[in-house]
Every structure is written in structure tokens, then in C-alpha cells.
T-cell receptor, first 115, second 110 residues
Framework: KAGVTQTPRYLIKTRGQQVTLSCSPI?????VSWYQQTPGQGLQFLFE???????NKGNFPGRFSGRQFSNSRSEMNVSTLELGDSALYLC??????????????FGPGTRLTVL | EDQVTQSPEALRLQEGESSSLNCSYT??????LFWYRQDPGKGPEFLFT???AGEEKEKERLKATLTKKESFLHITAPKPEDSATYLC???????????FGKGTLLTVNP
């Protein structure tokens, strides 16, 4: 089975712009989560989607949003980019229903640099 | 609020020198403790899931154990290719969110 794929792998944007990142989960996986990883804060949870519905949300401002499509693919959007948004954005997928304990598998990440 | 704390932040070992990494957690209603390995510039790679105190799992030179407050990742006779950041995460709480520690950067010198 192919793993979790994320596109693009690298992005450079300027402050004030917006960006959309894409994630394709492992085939058969219905839940997709997004994380932001920075050297200072580590991995921080953004949100989780299941069956096109947001199930959980982390403590990020409303500039960060996401959605999930009927084929389980997901996108996240960051509007009005700030320098502090520079990070590795990771997508992870898992099989089952929200609340289950099955394992999350991560994609390679999208490295976003905001200038 | 759920918390996961890993120690040490960084660990440098000589090849063959065994050691342990610690993960302390306060996660309400823990429904799984996960260990991942992350190489620079890559996404975390799944290693183990532990569900209940007393559980142990092994994979090659790695063994993970779980108590009611901590998890340990024991590395036996490490090799340079074991160098990576090791992340611990707990799933629990009312919304079953996964909370990560900040990781331990392991360097194994030949």
C-alpha cells in the first residue's frame, strides 16, 4: 500500500499571502489529522477530520482551516501568513472511527517558509 | 490538560552503549501510548503502541514498556543508524486527541 502523500513538499511564501496544502491518506483510511512542527514547540495538533467532518481541533487561530473530501483526501489552508507560520506541516492518517486507538501514520510533510 | 514530557532532550551514546529514553505522561483516560522515530526533514515513522501498564513490545534493538505514569524506550547495543529523534505521544481525553512530547534527539557515535 502506498503511504500518506503530501504536496507540495516545499513552499516559500511571503507575509500576508495564503497557502493550501494537500494530503492523500493511505487507501482505506478515513481519518486525517494535521500537525505543525517547529523546533521550539514540537508537534502541535491542528485538527482531525473524519468523513468530511472536523472531529477535533487544536489551539490555533482561525487563519488555519481545513477540509476533507469524500475520497478522504484533505487540504489545509493558512490565510494571512505570518513569519511564525514557518514550519513543517505534517498530515497523518488512520483507519477507524474517531475515538478508536488505531495507529496514525505520517506523511513526509510540507516545509513552509514564510519570508 | 494532557501533557507528555520526554527526557532527556538529547542523548549521545557510543555504539553498543545501551540506554533508555523516558516519557512521562498525564493523559486522562489513556487509550494508547505511541512511540515514533523521526529522521531530519522526514515525517515520524511509527514504532510501537502500548495500551496497558505492564505491556512490553520489541523490535530489533528497541523495547518499549509502559507503567501507569511513564513509558520507556530501551535501546540495546545501538548502532549509528539508530540516530534520530524519538517521539512519544498519548491518546486520551474526552476527544481522544493525540498529545506529543517534544522528543529525544539520540546520537549514536561509531
Amino acid at each position: 500500500k502506498a503511504g500518506v502523500t503530501q504536496t507540495p513538499r516545499y513552499l516559500i511564501k511571503t507575509r500576508g499571502q495564503q497557502v493550501t496544502l494537500s494530503c492523500s491518506p493511505i487507501s482505506g483510511h478515513r481519518s486525517v489529522s494535521w500537525y505543525q512542527q517547529t523546533p521550539g514547540q514540537g508537534l502541535q495538533f491542528l485538527f482531525e477530520y473524519f468523513s468530511e467532518t472536523q472531529r477535533n481541533k487544536g489551539n490555533f487561530p482561525g487563519r488555519f482551516s481545513g477540509r476533507q473530501f469524500s475520497n478522504s483526501r484533505s487540504e489545509m489552508n493558512v490565510s494571512t501568513l505570518e513569519l511564525g507560520d514557518s514550519a513543517l506541516y505534517l498530515c497523518a492518517s488512520r483507519e477507524g472511527l474517531a475515538g478508536s486507538t488505531d495507529t496514525q501514520y505520517f506523511g513526509p510533510g510540507t516545509r513552509l517558509t514564510v519570508l | 490538560e494532557d501533557q507528555v514530557t520526554q527526557s532527556p532532550e538529547a542523548l549521545r551514546l557510543q555504539e553498543g552503549e545501551s540506554s533508555s529514553l523516558n516519557c512521562s505522561y498525564t493523559v486522562s483516560g489513556l487509550r494508547g501510548l505511541f512511540w515514533y522515530r523521526q529522521d531530519p526533514g522526514k515525517g515520524p515513522e511509527f514504532l510501537f503502541t502500548l495500551y496497558s501498564a505492564g505491556e512490553e513490545k520489541e523490535k530489533e534493538r528497541l523495547k518499549a514498556t509502559l507503567t501507569k505514569k511513564e513509558s520507556f524506550l530501551h535501546i540495546t547495543a545501538p548502532k549509528p543508524e539508530d540516530s534520530a529523534t524519538y517521539l512519544c505521544a498519548g491518546r486520551g481525553g474526552s476527544n481522544y486527541k493525540l498529545t506529543f512530547g517534544k522528543g529525544t534527539l539520540l546520537t549514536v557515535n561509531p
